[in-house]
């Protein structure tokens, strides 16, 4: 099987739909190659590169969509490039199907088998092909670095001999990928990072990466089943609206990443919050192709408002990269499809039926629903809440199996100690019996403490060296006079301070990651 990889026509479109390193994949996937001429040069990739890695350079697009089995492609294509396309062909690429009707029907008219990368379906097993989510990633991190440039000052607060620098105040609104990778961003920048998202399940994450979760305080969440967020009620969008106005006073880069599938990007940041910004703050608005979460954005423009706020309606699209996470999303997705070997169109797949959004001359768009999992007698799942009666005689019995297990332990510690009792030197039962003692109780202390504040393997370890360290205080002579007294001696300081380094830079490490997970 043939797979062709034609240029991208857009103009501000600088990724490729393969790089070197995706086409060696793709061969020992059973394709070949075959790319046009000069269609990686504005990725930093050369036919050249190309070549090497075992592709074939073909000179027109004609020659791509007329001799190919599979397309592959970054932007929607045209409707002359669909004009070249030859019946049965299949093209992967951004589709956006639910803006792009009359493009569905002109390549079912062709016959065209359509898989849009956009419109892959957010389940575990189809992670490793989402495009949405590996471009987000990019365009997150990259909003923070473009937001930097813009604003022309620190991001982190400095203390120097001039004088003293405030760090930078970023607020990042909607928490999904892009949102978080903003977050990471800024904060390993030294911004004080500030985020906002409807779905409260993402508090938790937004905290966990440094920022300070903002929220209203009405009672009303934006999740839902799909991952992305709900249309919220007036009153939420009110208070929200308030929000953002007090935010606009305050911060110096506002990040918008908030975007509906198949539908345009909502207002978030009004004219009114523009104008309350200080002289020099940035807005970089990731929505911007979609109309913008900010009423003022333009797409693919930098411009300055009035009143000195920069608003920013383009990114740098770090094609390289980008072309590489988007190539191997592709290859991924033809895995799943069998490689050439096994190549087979399985509309009964969960990822390929709702992907293929044109197939053997027919629209399928929209999408039937994702299949809810079943539960016993059809209905939800019941959640099966104990009683206090029934929570009494479980602690009961877990006391009981507690008791009953120590005494078994202690017989068991008995019995060895007058076994070796019985044959041993007096000077090693002293030692024997401290040592067993010492395990036993570290065991019975170390074992009762919850994992989710103190981890197994710190526990151990912490358990190990505090034997050590009793052992070796035992092994300590006051009196060098006696033979080996001195050896001894040191031998047990080592000891000590080695454990003793071992407990404390363990808990001193156990602290620090706490505090990754303060507010």
Known sequence: MKVGIPSEIFPNE?????????????????????????????????????????????????????NSDIVLKVKEPSMEEVDMMKEGLVMLSYLWPAQNQPLLQKLADKKVNAVAMDAIPRISRAQKMDVLSSMANIAGYRSVIEGSFYFGRFLNGQITAAGKVEPAKVLVIGAGVAGLAAIGAANSLGAI????????EVAEQIESMGAQFLTVEIEEDGATSSGYSKEMSKEFIDAEMKLFLEQAKEVDIVITTAQ????????????????????????VDLAASTGGNCGLTRNGEVYTTDNGVTMVGKLNQLPSQASQLYGNNLCHLLDDMGKAEKWKIDMEDAVVSRAMVTYNGKINWPPAPLPVSPTAGGGAKKTIVPTAEEVKISDAEKSKKASIAMFI???????????????????????????????FVGWQLISNVSHSLHTPLMAVTNAISGIIVVGGLLQTKADFSQPMALPMTIIAFIAILVASINIVGGFVVTHRMLNMFKK
């Open 260 to 283: 509906i599938p198949g539908r345009p990007a909502p207002k978030l940041w009004m004219d009114y919050h523009v104008a309350a910004m200080k002289p020099g703050s940035v807005i």
């Open 14 to 66: 600088l990724r490729v739909a393969a790089t070197p390193k995706t086409v060696k994949r793709l061969q020992k996937q059973g394709f070949e190659v075959y790319i046009q001429h000069n269609a990686g040069v504005k990725a930093n990739f050369s036919d050249k590169d190309f070549e090497e890695a075992g592709a074939k350079i073909v000179q027109t697009a004609a020659d791509i969509y007329g």
């Open 193 to 200: 990072v500030r985020a906002f998202d409807t779905r409260k």
């Open 409 to 439: 332990q202690l017989a068991v510690v008995g019995a060895l100690l007058l076994f070796v009792g019985k044959f041993a030197p007096p000077e090693f039962i002293q030692h024997f019996t401290v040592f067993i003692l010492a395990v």
